[in-house]
Every structure is written in C-alpha cells, then in structure tokens.
C-alpha cells in the first residue's frame, strides 16, 4: 500500500544517511537531521504543474493508461516505459533477483505513481519466474498516492500486492 506521508520520508533519509556514514567511517559519528527543508518542485505549483496534469489525466481514466504506457513518457524523463525498462533491466536483475523469491517485500521511497515498483515486479518475474511480491511505499503527492493504489488495486502485475 503507498502511504502519503512526507514526515516519515524525512525520518528515513535520516536513518539512511547514517547508516551509509557509519558504514564509511570509523569511530563516533555526530549526524542530525536539518531543522528546516525546502520545498520540493513537487511543491511549487509553476513546477510541478505538467506532473499533476498527467497524474490527474491518469485518475480519470486508469484502464487507458494501463493499455498505453508502455510506449507513453515515463515520469517526465522523455523515455518510454518500455525504453526504460530496457536500461535498468540488467542492474535490478543482477541486485534485485539474488535477493528475492516468491512472498520477500520491496519497499520503495518516494514511488510516485508506482510504475517503478511496477516495472520491478515485471523484471524479477522474467528473470527468475516470481510471481508474487508484496510491495510498498510512500509518497507525499496524494494525487500519485492515489493511482498508485489503484494501479495495485486493481492491476498488479502477477499475484503482487
């Protein structure tokens, strides 16, 4: 399920940061989060207007876009899904798949709309035949919160959920 949450991301960035500087380190290590953040383009109205137009035009009609993303832009990048797909098919099969099998859990941060958690499960069925993952995130953009449970909801990939 993709929660709508931009706390819980803060605390988790934090939690990475600190592990991948205890693990690069020796020693103490004096780390903390910042007190302030800015707003991301996600949040500036003149900057995210084409990502909220796209997601609402998604929303409206769920069963077209599932019919027709694999050849429409990928997450504003000017790619197709399938286009990209095709990049990241070697690295999330050769991290990914020795990892998981039938019934593991992929957690994704800042998902969006989900198709990468989505092009994941695609990926580790073709490559080692699972088909059942159970699959999470967050996102602070409820209007991508919401079509990413209705991609899960209503059109997982195999028996994910």
Not at 44 to 57: D, F, G, L
């Amino acid at each position: 399920r993709i929660l709508s949450m931009l706390g819980p991301l803060l605390i988790l960035v934090c939690i990475l940061l600190l592990a991948v500087t205890q693990s690069e380190t020796k020693g103490p290590i004096h780390f903390s989060c910042p007190d302030r953040v800015e707003k991301s383009a996600n949040d500036i109205p003149s900057e995210n207007a084409e990502y909220r137009r796209i997601t609402n035009q998604i929303r409206t009609n769920l069963t077209e876009y599932m019919q027709t993303f694999r050849n429409s832009s990928f997450d504003l990048w000017g790619r197709t899904y399938d286009t990209i797909k095709k990049g990241m098919y070697h690295w999330k099969s050769t991290r990914f798949a020795p990892y998981l099998e039938n019934g593991s859990t992929i957690y994704e941060s800042a998902c969006g709309i989900g198709m990468n958690l989505y092009m994941t499960l695609e990926i580790m069925n073709e490559v080692k035949g699972i088909e059942s993952l159970i699959v999470h995130g967050n996102e602070y953009v409820d209007p991508s919160v919401e079509v990413a449970n209705a991609v899960f909801d209503d059109s997982a990939p195999f028996k994910a959920r």
